[in-house]
């Protein structure tokens, strides 16, 4: 959901050109949440690197749910360094 929302805020701030998390999500977070997403939706993550962190995260819980012979906190560990390649 961290990195949904990151997406939100990214996306809202291309096509208005400021954030407000009250048209994103439909109520206002507590500033000390609000304004470290903002700031790392605008300056961190660019829409690929999102995406492709979406689609990891997608991949590894598809694993983890289909398979279950799978070593889960190796799966895990696996999920993590690949998202840290993205940043």
């Known amino acids: ?5 990151i997406f939100l805020y990214n996306t809202y ?36 690197k999102i ?6 995260l997608l991949a590894d819980e598809l694993q983890l749910k289909t398979n279950s012979k799978i070593d889960k906190e190796a799966q895990l560990l696996s999920t993590i360094i690949k998202v840290q390649g993205y940043l």
């Open 51 to 56: 995406k492709n962190i979406l689609n990891t």
């Open 13 to 48: 701030i291309k096509l208005h050109g400021s954030a407000n998390s009250k048209d994103i999500f439909g109520y206002s977070p507590p500033k000390h949440i609000e304004e470290p997403r903002i700031n790392l939706a605008i300056n961190v993550l660019d829409t690929l």
């Open 1 to 5: 959901s961290f990195v949904k929302d």
